[in-house]
């Protein structure tokens, strides 16, 4: 017999919608603590482990850029049920791995299903929402959303002390089949041509990535959103060593101060959602977020180059500020971007999620090149990351931020 799916609330929806993309912080986040622990038992050195961050951004690129448009044809339900099967499957073979190699492949697998899954977010909200209506939707999401980062360092801290690093990767496999009940239970179908994926189909995603990346006015967003979270990536990657060797805090005192970035983020994200409500535009919430990121990652390179290694306290309050942002930051920038294409919103929006995880990977994994043994690298890269998001955002879409005469 079919299962009859209830009809969700606006609030419903967004809860579920927000955690299906938790996918993405609770596979990130969760195992940062773990870091350590995991280098010392597969006797590797740990920025080899901390590759595998980037490894994981790779594979969500690569998900989000086939996802989004096989859901232009398929529509976003069979794809989001398909990305979340491989995830799980994934997750558990990470529970059992045993060498770096095995690490780096699994978590690309496992990345891949989670972009395929995640991806459909912004194109089930385009289905049906527009213009600030969307990006209140995107505020609500993001409301919702900023528990998983809040409490995944914590959650991984505490199961590491319970079973280890392959406990993390349990409970991933857990909530993952959850998730999956869960989207196959409740989430309408959406999106989708009806069509067949053969030459026709791929011909027909080049020419719909085509007219995305020839919309000039719309790219200063995609790049702005992927170098700003590039910039946080920077700091994810390198955080576990800066503040657990060179501060000495243990894996739980590391869960507290990671917990402020996402305190700071979603106080940034309400005043975003109170903003939108009172009628200002995302463009210019926007301005403040950009100007509040780069000024806090100057400030952290000002105090590297002043004490070296910086009193903890001013370096985590930099560090609040900059990460914070992404609260003024995200859920507008998508919602800018995405204003600019009435269709193909599918494949808009796996562009725009997929760039910002291969620019976030590739600035992370840049980081652990340079790594050198000091906090040096961590702010140099954040700061830079943030410069060129600028430079691009001014480049392609400073008309889309000028007041409108």
């Known amino acids: 017999m079919p299962v009859t799916r209830r009809t969700l609330t606006e609030k419903q929806t967004a ?15 969760a195992y940062l603590p773990a870091i350590p622990q995991l ?3 597969l006797q590797a050195d740990i920025h080899l482990i901390e590759q595998s961050l980037s490894s994981f951004m790779f594979g969500v690129a690569a998900g989000q850029l086939m996802g989004g448009s096989i859901s232009d044809v398929k529509g976003r339900r069979g794809v989001a049920l398909t990305g979340l099967a491989v995830f799980v499957l994934s997750s558990l073979g990470l529970t059992l791995l045993q060498n770096v190699e095995q690490l780096l492949a699994l978590r690309w697998i496992q990345a891949l299903g989670a972009g395929m899954a995640v991806v459909m977010v912004g194109a089930v909200v385009r289905d049906h929402y527009e213009g600030r209506q969307a990006a209140q ?7 919702i959303l900023m528990m998983a980062p809040l409490i995944a360092p914590m959650l991984g801290s505490m199961l590491q002390s319970i079973g280890g690093w392959r406990t993390i990767f349990g409970a991933l496999t ?13 989430l309408p179908a959406s999106g989708g041509s009806g069509g067949k994926i053969d030459r026709h189909f791929m011909s027909g995603v080049f020419k719909r990535y085509y007219h995305v990346l020839q919309t000039h006015r719309a790219l200063g967003f995609l790049f702005l959103q992927a170098f700003s979270f590039g910039s946080m990536f920077c700091f994810l990657t390198e955080s576990p060593f800066v503040y657990m060797k060179l501060y000495e805090l243990n894996p739980t005192d590391y869960a507290w101060v990671f917990a402020c970035n996402i305190l700071t983020m979603a106080a940034f994200n309400r005043i975003t959602a109170w903003r939108l409500k009172t009628g200002s535009n995302a463009e210019d919430i926007l301005k403040w977020g950009v100007g509040l990121q ?5 400030l952290m390179v000002l105090l590297v180059l002043s004490f070296g290694l910086p009193p903890m306290w001013l370096l ?3 560090v609040m500020l900059s990460v914070g942002t992404q609260g003024l930051i995200s859920a507008n920038t998508q919602a800018c971007f995405m204003a600019h294409f009435r269709s193909d919103g ?5 562009l725009l999620m997929s760039g910002s995880s291969l620019i976030a990977a590739l600035m992370g994994w840049l980081t652990t090149m340079l790594h050198d043994g000091s906090v040096n690298v961590m702010a140099g890269m954040m700061l830079l990351s943030s410069l060129l998001g600028v430079s691009l955002l001014w480049g392609f879409s400073r008309k889309e931020l000028l007041p409108k005469r």
Do not use: E, K, R
């Open 137 to 143: 939707m995107f505020a609500l999401i993001g409301i």
């Open 174 to 186: 857990f909530y993952g089949a959850l998730i999956l009940a869960l989207v196959y239970l409740f």
């Open 316 to 318: 985590v309050l930099a």
């Open 294 to 298: 780069l000024a806090a990652n100057v």
């Open 39 to 41: 280098a010392d038992y």
């Open 346 to 350: 599918g494949s808009a929006n796996a």
């Open 15 to 29: 809860a579920l919608l927000a955690a299906l993309i938790a996918l993405m912080p609770l596979s990130i986040d």
